[in-house]
């Protein structure tokens, strides 16, 4: 019995010490994290000669780039540096997946940090749910990049939500039979969220690699890539995972 308690105690107060650790190990990053953004706010002219220097070279060219994005960790200088590095190499799609629930509402400040990085660089930003918000090019000849903010809702929720409007016939879903079949199902479920290619890479940082609320069938042939194990993200880990990528040998089950 007493064996039983100190073990219980042990485990506690080893939990504790952890705890500790971790939060004083997120203090530190984000100390790290602002004297950084202190030093480089924007997008720099070297950044854009290393992009057009490196990404030409490369085979494999993405559609769809998804960044789980942890507004714990990651600032919204750092996020809107994503948007203008794939605006230059030419990614017409950039989601991120919203992992805390914030960065929803903070919408408004990364459209205006992501034009304050986009001076001088040609392109359109265009967000898929908010046409308001959308950029412009001055008429020039350039790439577009469109914008999209996902979290868990998007995913099993929006699934409830297809069915219940099914059901009650408020969405119109042609089908062959009385059931439905995925491609069947599919084409009604993307009547509720915007038309955009299945992800062809999604980028993380930190430790743990985890879908979060990404569905399954959507990220079948995605390539799940760590950036950085300490949860910064800046130009030299954005072309480490292209390069990852592009090393990547997809056989599509052969």
């Known amino acids: 019995m007493l064996s039983k308690l100190l073990r219980q105690l042990l485990y506690i107060l080893v939990h504790l010490v952890v705890k500790i650790l971790v939060a004083v ?14 030093s480089k706010e924007q997008v720099t002219k070297r950044d854009v000669l290393m992009l057009l220097e490196n990404v030409p070279k ?7 780039l998804v ?3 942890d507004t714990n960790v990651h600032t919204i200088s750092e996020l ?6 794939n605006l230059v190499v030419g990614v017409p799609y950039v989601s991120f997946y919203d992992v805390t629930g914030s960065l929803k509402k903070l919408e408004g400040e990364l459209f205006y940090e992501i034009e304050r990085n986009k001076k001088g660089i ?3 930003i265009k967000w898929s749910n908010k046409p308001d918000l959308n950029g412009y090019t001055n008429g020039i000849q350039a790439n ?10 998007d995913g099993k929720p929006r699934i409830a939500q297809c069915i219940k409007l099914i059901a009650k016939g408020d ?18 479920f993307m009547k509720l969220n915007p038309a955009i290619p299945d992800p062809d890479l999604v980028i993380f940082t930190g430790p743990l690699c985890c879908t979060f609320g990404l569905l399954p069938w959507q990220i079948r042939l995605t390539e799940f890539i760590q950036v950085d194990v ?3 993200i800046n130009i030299n880990c954005y072309l480490g995972a292209l390069y990852k990528y592009n090393k990547c040998d997809q056989r599509f089950g052969k």
């Not at 085979?59 to 769809?64: E, V, Y």
Request: proline share 2%; hydrophobic share 40%; aromatic share 10%.
């Open 25 to 38: 190990q997120n203090v530190s990053r984000r100390l790290s994290s602002k004297n950084c953004n202190l």
């Open 171 to 188: 969405l119109q879903c042609d089908r062959m039979s009385k059931e439905f079949t995925a491609q069947e199902f599919g084409e009604a």
């Open 122 to 124: 040609p392109g359109c």
């Open 230 to 232: 300490h949860h910064n």
């Open 67 to 69: 960044v789980l994005a």
């Open 58 to 64: 490369m085979k494999n060219k993405l559609k769809h």
């Open 80 to 85: 809107a540096q994503l948007v203008i590095w």
């Open 144 to 153: 577009t990049v469109f914008v999209n903010i996902f979290s868990y809702s």
